[in-house]
């Protein structure tokens, strides 16, 4: 007992010695005009790093109490049943596409050839996983001022072989869900909500409100530092459907059958007595695999750090509606040379982002190039219209995708549109330098 308490209190003056080097070392500098303003950055405290250090003494590094805490709590603040953490967010959106290749899914399984909805204006690793599972990606335009899939096309991007709708909640923005759902269950059609950008946004759905990345199949969450909460890297997939989840976890932990967690053994006392395939009887269900999986999991440093981020995360939300509120406020002065974004009916955002489109006589790059020269980062709606990018090179003209109208919005959003940040550590200074430097811009 007395070397346990010797541990202990080993590890609390290590705790303290972080602390203070924290606070001596790694606050961040008070803000004067003309500093670099990032579009985002890492927003964290001394318990950020105390929890990294501590999953480090107990050098047990994959995932072990830590990734066990932060599925738990993050199910609870979604108010999901199931939470698999993986270690990105681009691989949450590849296991929550993958999961729907499973055989186990029967009819509804997505095949090669077989198509998903989505929309070209996003980020590349929303689309990628449908095109490397061999599906087929429908591309559909969106609208602005919401920068979200245009419902009103759905019917025109649907065909026999259509199996699913994957989309993302556009910088915090959700997607008009209503309309989606509606659509998704008339015709019998999975959900994904990438929720990357949009952890802790909340929709109104028939009178219950909720969080984003809960109303579709499975949702999707990335913590890359830009994001709303960190782990530096990591992402998570969740879902209320228990079959999901069982895929989820095996296709994650190397398509393994076993659900035994991580240094367990035996947790459903049959390890020994099982009949698989043409496996022997008996063969050692550990090392039975019921799918072609991956090993995604996170390790237990970056689920101790996302542990005091989610503990703080309401906060971070509440931070970046004010940030919004605050820019958009100071730029309605310009409204009559951009387009200033704006909410989806029916929703209450955690915005990633705070996007403009410049209108007719507005130069884009006159005003990104004079923002970045005076110190505000910009960026652009991340691929533009992905259709267009080089990766589109050696399929362009090819049945591999299809595309439903001529997209003209997305490519006006390509060509007019960037967004500026509105992560916790905004002050209020550098919102509103930013905001001058805009305006300025424009004159």
């Not at 395939?277 to 550990?286: A, F, I, R, S, V």
């Not at 362009?396 to 390509?414: I, N, P, Q, S």
Request: with cysteine; aromatic share 12%; glycine share 8%.
């Amino acid at each position: 007992m007395a070397d346990k308490i010797s541990q202990n209190d080993a590890r609390e003056k290590i705790f303290e010695q972080i602390r203070d080097y924290y606070k001596k070392y790694m606050v961040e500098k008070p803000y004067t005009e003309g500093d670099r303003i990032p579009y985002a950055s890492r927003y964290f405290d001394e318990k950020e790093v105390v929890n990294l250090v501590d999953s480090a003494l107990d050098f047990w590094l994959t995932s072990g109490r830590y990734c066990e805490q932060f599925e738990k709590s993050l199910a609870e603040y979604l108010g999901v049943k199931y939470v698999s953490l993986v270690n990105s967010g681009s691989s949450a959106n590849l296991l929550a596409f993958a999961i729907l290749t499973s055989p186990l899914l029967k009819e509804r399984r997505i095949n090669r050839g077989d198509e998903v909805i989505t929309v070209a204006a996003g980020f590349p690793t929303t689309v990628a996983p449908i095109i490397q599972y061999g599906a087929v990606p429908v591309f559909v335009d969106i609208t602005i001022p919401e920068y979200n899939i245009d419902p009103s096309q759905l019917e025109a991007a649907y065909s026999p072989k259509t199996k699913a709708v994957m989309l993302a909640h556009t910088l915090g923005n959700p997607f008009d869900i209503k309309a989606v759902k509606e659509f998704c269950d008339k015709h019998n059609l999975w959900l994904i909500e990438d929720n990357c950008d949009a952890l802790g946004s909340a929709y109104t759905l028939d009178g219950k409100t909720g969080l984003t990345g809960t109303f579709g199949d499975i949702g999707t969450s990335s913590f890359y530092p830009p994001h709303h909460m960190t782990m530096g890297e990591g992402g998570a997939v969740y879902t209320n459907n228990p079959l999901l989840h069982k895929i989820a976890r095996s296709m994650r932990d190397w398509g393994r059958d076993c659900a035994c967690p991580s240094g367990v053994d035996n947790l459903c006392g049959h390890r020994f007595d099982g009949q698989y395939g043409e496996l022997p009887q008996g063969y050692d269900h550990k090392y039975v695999y019921s799918h072609f999986g991956f090993n995604l999991k996170a390790t237990e440093m970056q689920a101790a750090i996302g542990c005091a981020q989610l503990e703080k995360f309401p906060s971070f939300a509440a931070r970046r509606r004010y940030n919004f509120d605050r820019l958009y406020g100071a730029l309605k002065c310009v409204s009559d040379k951009l387009i200033l974004p704006e909410p989806q009916k029916g929703s209450d955002p955690s915005w990633f982002g705070f996007i403009v489109t410049c209108k007719d006589g507005v130069s884009k790059n006159k005003v990104v190039q004079y923002c970045e020269s005076h110190g505000v980062q910009t960026r652009m709606l991340f691929s533009g219209n992905i259709v267009r990018q080089p990766v589109f090179d050696d399929i362009r003209g090819t049945d591999k995708y299809r595309v439903v109208g001529d997209l003209a919005v997305t490519d006006r959003v390509m060509a007019n549109s960037f967004w500026i940040g509105v992560y916790p550590g905004m002050t209020d200074a550098k919102l509103d330098y930013m905001a001058k430097t805009i305006i300025e811009a424009l004159d």
